[in-house]
């Protein structure tokens, strides 16, 4: 048997090795797939999430939907997200807002205002746009001293117009509990509602000539802070900082709104949302319309449509329509 080849014997002994290199190349090729499948559908996944044409938040949502915006430790998110506190010292108040901005929504939030002696401080809850045209629907609650009642300040601004308040003393102690304040928004009107009860509404009247906030996306935000020179009496009662913190409380937040995507410059709401949620096609009926005007009748104590004196050349168009 003549002897072996010494180079085919080397060559022979590489055959090994050759299997385990192509072998290694499969196993990585294989797993780079999956890890792109998973990825993918990773990313698939949040498309769908992000793009679902509402978002309807239950409760204990804060750490996932708001961001404490100033006041540092003065704003604090407790019981597991399912309570926000924020308080007013003479340093400095606190607030806090949405992560993400909504084109139409039901905002539905239960607020605990400061107890006891709140003259000079404002606890406000409201959404907004941004710039020197921005749109904005306000509730706003103004303190008072111990025995009096709290004020309620709605306001609606359209492409930066605002001057269009209505005011309430509350029919309750909102204090003692937390009370719901919703805002609804829709392309017909804007409604304001305490504990389910309407107080308000300012109706879509863009064919009448007054701008109605439908094309900017907006934000929900929060704050407590001192506005001792008007808020109370016209400013003629300040705050008492003997008593600070001031405390306020909010919790059982929830919405049904179109989220507005800045990467497609777009509402997530369809053209079937807006036929088939409630929400974004009501407005009030007679029946919620005769309950709202018998509750301003007992309860409003400032209609900047009566204000003659403001407004002496008459108020704004929108008011005929009341």
């Given at each position: 048997?003549p002897?072996?080849?010494p180079?085919?014997?080397?060559?022979?002994?590489?055959?090994?090795?050759?299997?385990?290199?192509?072998f290694?190349?499969?196993?990585v090729?294989?797993?780079d797939?999956?890890?792109?499948q998973?990825?993918?559908?990773?990313?698939?996944?949040?498309d769908?999430?992000?793009?679902?044409?509402?978002?309807v938040?239950?409760?204990?949502?804060?750490?996932?939907?708001?961001?404490v915006?100033?006041?540092?430790?003065r704003?604090?998110?407790?019981?597991?997200?399912?309570?926000?506190?924020?308080s007013?010292?003479k340093?400095?108040g606190?607030?806090?807002e949405?992560?993400?901005?909504?084109?139409?929504g039901?905002?539905?939030m239960q607020?605990?205002?400061?107890?006891?002696?709140?003259?000079g401080?404002?606890?406000?809850?409201?959404?907004?746009?941004?710039g020197?045209?921005h749109?904005?629907?306000?509730?706003?609650?103004?303190?008072?001293s111990?025995g009096?009642?709290?004020?309620?300040?709605?306001n609606?601004?359209?492409?930066?117009?605002?001057?269009?308040?209505?005011?309430?003393?509350?029919?309750f102690?909102?204090?003692?509990?937390?009370?719901?304040?919703?805002?609804?928004?829709?392309?017909?009107?804007?409604?304001?509602?305490?504990?389910?009860?309407?107080?308000r509404?300012?109706?879509?009247?863009?064919?009448?000539?007054?701008?109605f906030?439908?094309?900017?996306?907006?934000?929900?935000?929060?704050?407590?802070?001192?506005?001792?020179?008007?808020?109370?009496?016209?400013?003629?009662?300040?705050?008492?900082?003997?008593?600070?913190?001031?405390?306020?409380?909010y919790?059982?937040?929830?919405?049904?709104?179109?989220?507005?995507?800045?990467?497609?410059?777009?509402?997530?709401?369809?053209s079937?949302d807006?036929?088939?949620?409630g929400?974004?096609?009501?407005?009030?009926?007679?029946?919620?319309?005769?309950?709202?005007?018998?509750?301003?009748k007992?309860?409003?104590v400032?209609?900047?449509c009566k204000?003659?004196w403001r407004?002496?050349?008459g108020?704004?168009?929108?008011?005929?329509f009341h």
């Amino acid at each position: 048997m003549p002897p072996r080849n010494p180079n085919q014997s080397r060559s022979n002994s590489f055959i090994p090795y050759l299997a385990f290199i192509v072998f290694c190349a499969i196993f990585v090729f294989k797993v780079d797939i999956i890890i792109s499948q998973t990825i993918f559908t990773a990313r698939r996944n949040v498309d769908i999430v992000t793009s679902a044409p509402t978002i309807v938040i239950g409760n204990g949502t804060f750490h996932r939907h708001f961001i404490v915006s100033w006041g540092e430790s003065r704003a604090r998110i407790l019981e597991d997200g399912e309570l926000l506190e924020l308080s007013l010292d003479k340093l400095s108040g606190s607030g806090f807002e949405s992560k993400k901005e909504f084109i139409f929504g039901k905002i539905d939030m239960q607020i605990k205002l400061v107890p006891g002696d709140s003259a000079g401080t404002v606890t406000t809850y409201y959404l907004s746009s941004e710039g020197d045209h921005h749109d904005e629907i306000d509730f706003e609650f103004l303190g008072n001293s111990s025995g009096n009642p709290y004020t309620l300040h709605t306001n609606v601004f359209s492409q930066g117009k605002g001057e269009r308040e209505q005011q309430f003393f509350l029919w309750f102690d909102p204090t003692q509990d937390f009370h719901k304040y919703t805002i609804l928004w829709n392309p017909k009107c804007i409604i304001f509602y305490v504990d389910g009860v309407p107080i308000r509404e300012f109706k879509n009247l863009e064919r009448r000539g007054v701008p109605f906030p439908k094309d900017q996306p907006m934000r929900i935000y929060s704050s407590l802070w001192d506005a001792e020179e008007w808020a109370t009496q016209g400013g003629r009662v300040k705050t008492n900082w003997t008593l600070a913190p001031f405390t306020a409380g909010y919790t059982n937040f929830s919405a049904q709104a179109c989220i507005w995507s800045y990467r497609t410059k777009s509402s997530a709401c369809n053209s079937n949302d807006f036929k088939s949620k409630g929400w974004l096609k009501t407005g009030l009926d007679s029946r919620g319309r005769a309950q709202m005007k018998r509750l301003q009748k007992k309860h409003m104590v400032y209609d900047y449509c009566k204000d003659k004196w403001r407004f002496p050349k008459g108020p704004g168009r929108e008011c005929r329509f009341h």
